[in-house]
């Protein structure tokens, strides 16, 4: 059992709670009291980092094709712990951009079990160069720019959510 695991099972009811009031709460994260995003299933996730440490995310969740095409367009800002899950039916290379987005992105692209795979870091806003997953990915977790790194995220970290079978 990782170091990760053993000190998450103790808090596991304290982070469902923290979870379900995240959840309540991601609707008016702006500064202005303006929904981030409206209409998009939430949730939560952790991050297992190599560093051994566990980072835990509200999550908006993007399944569906036009809320994937939506995605984070016009948020102004986001906090550190929100990020954006985007699920896809099965592994591909899955292409992403960054239309209408305001804010730099980190792209943690991730397999069916939740292993980071890829990491496209500091997206830039607006632009419409494709951003790839360099390999076969399952799912896409936008971040703030910049976060990845210093959270040490990395590829080979596993994700958890009921999505990838963990949590």
């Known amino acids: 059992m990782t170091i990760c695991i053993q000190r998450l099972l103790p808090v596991c009811g304290m982070l469902l709670l923290a979870a379900s009031i995240q959840a309540q709460t991601l609707e008016t994260v702006t500064a202005q009291g303006r929904p981030l995003v409206q209409d998009f299933p939430q949730s939560s996730l952790i991050i297992d980092t190599s560093g051994n440490s566990c ?41 992403m951009w960054m239309k209408n987005t305001l804010i730099p992105l980190d792209m943690v692209f991730m397999d069916r079990s939740g292993v980071v795979t890829h990491i496209a870091e500091n997206t830039v806003p607006g632009s419409l160069d494709t951003i790839s997953s360099m390999q076969p990915a399952l799912a896409v977790l936008e971040l703030n720019g910049g976060l990845a790194a210093r959270l040490g995220i990395r590829p080979g970290d596993l994700v958890r959510h009921p999505f990838f079978g963990s949590l």
């Open 55 to 95: 980072e835990h995310f509200g999550i908006f969740i993007a399944s569906e094709r036009n809320a994937q095409a939506r995605g984070l367009m016009y948020v102004p800002e986001m906090p550190d712990d929100v990020g954006m899950l985007f699920i896809h039916p099965s592994e591909r290379m899955i292409s």
